[in-house]
């Protein structure tokens, strides 16, 4: 049955409806071209002589059809001559049997190799795409191969290499040639690193990043991770290894020079800290003593000046103090950058507390209203700087009020949507930022007004260092005029 | 133990410095004692009862010890250093006063022994109730 339908398969080369058209084209040809021929000889044109060619052109297609013709004219009209009847007469009556079979043979013979030759083109058409894709794709890998930065190689579990990239060249100072050549235990600077990797492989079927350390051909070690896989023959041996290393050395030795510059860059930063404090440490030795003696002056000799005199110590004095404070802030804020942060679980209620506490002087001089709205959740954050946050703040919050107006102040928190954060908020009733001023009044020693003001311009810049150190944020809504509501956004307490 | 009593060893190198804690802490007691060395070394001779210190009744051991930490020949850690390995020493209480706002001198001298640690204010009155407060809780408390 399969057979069958294989060999129809092979004779249908053609849809039906082509077939059909090509025996009738040739049933009319044949009958249109030979009939006046038949007639010449007397006779009309056989059904029977019809039908070889019909059968022919059916099977075999136009071709089969007209070479069936033109050989029964001429065998016809050979037994025309030489017996006086055609071609299936004397097959039927008179013994031609031969020529008829013959022109079936002839016809069919002819069909066969016309399907045969349509078949083997197709074939090889067919063959010929196929090569070229897999040259194409061959050439695809073989790129990849020979271009990738990482050394690619296979090799034979006796130690052959089969094949092995540029970078392999490259890696290992030995030319291709040479590579095919040596054994690959020669590579191994310790040779029993070989063993593992085979043993291994033959466990797993695969290595990954396995570390070895490679020799070149000068004697020089790169160290390496090879993964490889295994590839295995009919009998499940293993006939060959696919491997690709990535020279790990150069990487190794990055990371080496990053540690150096760090501790270098460490050093120098803890010189500078160093610096800064003794500088800080001299420069307050001064100060200490000049506004020493300026209070001095002030609270036990100010009646010896006249009211210009007392200006002038009181202006000497103030100056005094603001560099004392600068010198405080300009230590904090180093010092907030370089903090050592340990996050915990805190009530922020009780650092405002105590930053309240701090700031009673400043409270009680401008008899301003301070009050917690409610209960602060608990979050994570270092207590040094989230007290530092708050305390400055706070203090801000003081401070930038006009003289006439009572500072009130509201401090509330809130753990935001999704449980994550918590957002605390300091809203003022001070005179407030446009939007152009926000950018800066985070900026270190910017001081939006500072005739208006006391301060160093560095309160707002501390907070917002400490809250990015504590992996939070930082901002703040404001009307001109009108006050001001900072808030700061940590990460809530997380678990039980 | 009335403040006359009471003798303090301030070991200070600035004479500014050193005026203006006398004059604080006799703002803040009237009657305190303040015996003044200029450096680390003169302050370890002072408690040894060395050359000049031998005669305790002109230099009386003191009962606190007011230590400034920037100081030539021997600096204020030294001294500390020096206290601590003397066991004799052991209640004598020191309280660091100086320009430094540095938080690790701050760390270091507590863990060396110190008991306290202040940094100068810019302001004699403030300094009085400084040395007043110091005095009331290393001094009172331990006599």
């Given amino acids: 049955m399969e057979r069958r339908s294989a060999f129809r398969a092979s004779l249908v080369v053609e849809p039906l409806w082509r077939r059909l058209v090509l025996a009738a084209l040739a049933l009319v040809a044949y009958a249109g071209a030979f009939a006046p021929l038949y007639q010449q000889a007397g006779v009309g044109v056989s059904a029977l002589s019809i039908f070889p060619v019909v059968i022919l052109a059916w099977l075999f297609g136009a071709w089969g059809g007209l070479l069936a013709g033109v050989l029964i004219v001429p065998i016809n009209a050979l037994l025309l001559q030489m017996v006086g009847a055609p071609g299936w007469i004397v097959v039927l009556g008179e013994g031609g049997g031969e020529g008829s079979a013959l022109v079936l043979v002839v016809g069919c013979v002819i069909g066969l190799l016309r399907d045969l030759g349509v078949r083997l083109d197709r074939h090889f058409t067919d063959w010929r795409r196929a090569e070229l894709a897999l040259r194409e794709s061959e050439d695809r890998f073989r790129i990849l191969f020979e271009r990738s930065r990482d050394p690619i190689y296979i090799s034979r579990p006796d130690g052959r290499l089969v094949e092995a990239n540029e970078a392999m060249v490259r890696l290992l100072g030995y030319s291709t040639a040479e590579l095919l050549e040596l054994d690959v235990v020669t590579l191994y600077e310790d040779p029993s690193d070989r063993q593992r990797f085979a043993a291994e492989i033959e466990r797993r079927g695969y290595v990954e990043e396995f570390p070895v350390r490679l020799l070149t051909r000068d004697g020089n070690v790169r160290e390496s991770l090879v993964s490889a896989t295994a590839r295995r023959g009919p009998d499940n041996e293993i006939i060959e290894y696919h491997g690709t290393i990535h020279d790990v050395s150069d990487d190794r030795a990055l990371h080496e020079l990053a540690e150096r510059r760090t501790k270098e860059l460490q050093d120098a930063v803890s010189e500078l800290e160093s610096f800064s404090y003794s500088v800080s440490h001299d420069l307050r030795t001064h100060l200490v003593t000049m506004l020493g003696f300026g209070s001095l002056l002030w609270s036990e000799h100010r009646e010896a000046l006249d009211e210009k005199g007392e200006d002038f110590l009181r202006r000497i004095l103030a100056a005094g103090h603001r560099m004392d404070r600068f010198v405080r802030d300009l230590l904090n804020f180093s010092m907030v950058s370089r903090a050592v942060v340990r996050p915990q679980r805190l009530d922020p209620g009780e650092l405002v507390a105590e930053a309240i506490e701090a700031l009673d002087v400043q409270i009680r001089e401008r008899g301003a209203d301070v009050a917690v709205e409610g209960n602060l959740p608990h979050l994570q954050a270092d207590r040094t700087l989230l007290a530092r946050v708050l305390e400055n703040l706070l203090s801000n919050a003081l401070k930038f009020v006009p003289e006439e107006r009572t500072p009130t102040v509201r401090i509330r928190g809130h753990v935001e949507p999704g449980g994550r954060t918590v957002r605390i908020e300091v809203e003022d009733n001070g005179v407030g930022l446009d939007a152009a001023e926000v950018p800066r009044a985070f900026r270190a020693f910017e001081r939006l007004d500072p005739t208006a003001f006391p301060g160093t311009g560095v309160g707002l810049s501390i907070v917002q260092r400490s809250v990015e150190r504590l992996g939070g944020s930082v901002g703040v809504q404001s009307r001109p005029g009108k006050g001001s509501t900072f808030w700061i956004v940590l990460p809530a307490v997380q678990g039980p | ?143």
């Avoid at chain 2, 009744?57 to 600096?75: C, N």
């Avoid at chain 2, 006063?97 to 690790?104: E, G, K, M």
């Fill in chain 2, 1 to 143: 133990m009335a403040p006359r009593d009471v003798v303090i060893l301030l070991v200070e190198d600035n004479p500014d410095h050193t005026f203006f804690i006398r004059l604080a802490a006799e703002r803040a007691l009237p009657d305190l004692d303040v015996r003044g060395v200029p450096d680390g070394r003169q302050c370890v001779s002072y408690l040894q009862g060395g050359a000049p210190f031998e005669d305790r009744d002109e230099h009386p051991f003191p009962h606190l010890v007011i230590l400034d930490l920037v100081m030539p020949h021997l600096d204020g850690f030294g001294v500390l250093d020096w206290i601590a390995g003397q066991p004799g020493l052991a209640d004598l209480p020191v309280v660091v006063l100086t320009s430094s706002v540095n938080p690790a001198d701050e760390a270091r001298a507590l863990s060396m022994g110190a008991r306290a640690f202040h940094s100068k204010p810019a302001d004699v009155l403030e300094l009085a109730a400084i040395v007043a407060a110091i005095v009331e809780r290393h001094v009172s408390s331990n006599q």
